[in-house]
């Protein structure tokens, strides 16, 4: 492989088998057009949001590419009154990610992580590699060996 990102440097640290896969040579923005160019089943491909609730503190969702997060049920899955999406130019230096290339694998710290429940229903999720262009794909156990989430139904 040409290139490793520091999520695929981290799993292989921790001995995690997992898939990879590159699309920096299209011109796929779009988790849908990400799915497309990878021949993937949108809704196994995830995409990594980051939010902010009242409290201030941050939280991080993942949810299918073709889906839209559901502000109310995603601020009940972690106890808030609600929360909102951080701002694009905030999010490198919360995260150490920017916008579109946004992994829950190797955040400048961690942040509390809720993936849809709808994760449950395959063997692997395919999400952000950390840079745009790259997606790794592993199963919600291996995952669990990385970071702590929970699931729950955050989707509209």
Not at 8 to 34: N, P, W
Not at 43 to 60: I, P
Not at 100 to 115: A, D, L, N, Q, R
Request: glycine share 6%; proline share 2%.
């Amino acid at each position: 492989m040409e290139h490793k990102t520091n999520v695929m440097r981290e799993l292989d640290k921790l001995k995690i088998h997992y898939e990879h896969y590159c699309y920096s040579d299209t011109d796929a923005i779009s988790g849908v057009d990400v799915a497309s160019v990878l021949h993937q089943n949108p809704n196994q491909v995830f995409k990594t949001l980051v939010t902010v609730a009242k409290s201030k503190k941050n939280y991080v969702f993942m949810l299918p590419v073709a889906k839209e997060l559901d502000l109310k049920k995603a601020a009940k899955s972690v106890n808030e009154k609600s929360v909102e999406m951080v701002k694009s130019k905030e999010l490198l230096g919360l995260t150490g990610y920017i916008h579109g290339g946004c992994s829950p694998i190797g955040m400048k710290k961690f942040f509390t992580t809720v993936i849809d429940k709808s994760a449950e229903e395959f063997d692997s999720i395919i999400f952000s590699a950390g840079k745009i262009g790259y997606q790794v794909q592993l199963s919600l156990e291996d995952l669990a060996k990385v970071i702590k989430f929970s699931t729950a139904d955050i989707t509209e």
